[in-house]
């Protein structure tokens, strides 16, 4: 069953944590270069499959004890509010320009750079959390799913505009609290049972 509750709360904690991230920047830089709507088809297609990679594993952490899922997601919110608060920013990410402007190798290269540039990132782990902790993954994948999109979208579309108006530490910042706030509540409930 379809939960718009904590499909809202998924997408605004993964919202939050995407917008800093590099993902904004190769979508600006892609989008710069390319049809934004080729440059889309294929980074949407790359989070797609990194929300099922951490479905699956959030499904399997499901599986655990509670209690202990409980304390391991806590840890684990609290690591990803330090890594957003204590990263250094490593600059943008370099794209390699395909050889034509098509469809199919415009996508591709899209895909490619977030396939492989955001496995095993941030997002993706939280992503595995909210699911072990929810246990709805049809929510919750479909509140990561489209996070990650806007994001992608925003950063395709119009990522310098929005800079101009939200500086990117305050985001980071909104981001870094919300995920230590749900870190202090799952841990709570570990202690609590």
Known sequence: MLSISITALVFGVVFLAELPDKTALAG???GTRYRASYVF???????????VLAIAAGSLLAQLPHRLVQAVV?????????????????????????????FWKVSGAGFMLILAAEFGD?????TANLAARYDDPVSVGLGAVLALWAVAGIGI????????????????KVAACV???LAAFSLYEAVAG
Not at 122 to 126: D, G, N, R, V
Request: charged share 20%; no cysteine.
């Open 41 to 51: 088809v294929g980074v949407a297609a790359a989070f797609v499959v990194h929300v």
């Open 157 to 172: 579309l119009g990522g310098r505009t929005l800079m101009k108006f939200v500086p990117l530490k305050l985001i980071t």
């Open 28 to 30: 600006l830089m892609l």
């Open 74 to 102: 806590g840890v684990l919110f609290l690591a990803g509010a330090a890594v957003l608060l204590f990263k250094k920013d490593d600059g943008e990410e370099e794209v390699k320009k395909p050889a034509d402007e098509s």
């Open 179 to 181: 995920m230590i706030a």
């Open 122 to 126: 941030l997002t993706q782990i939280m």
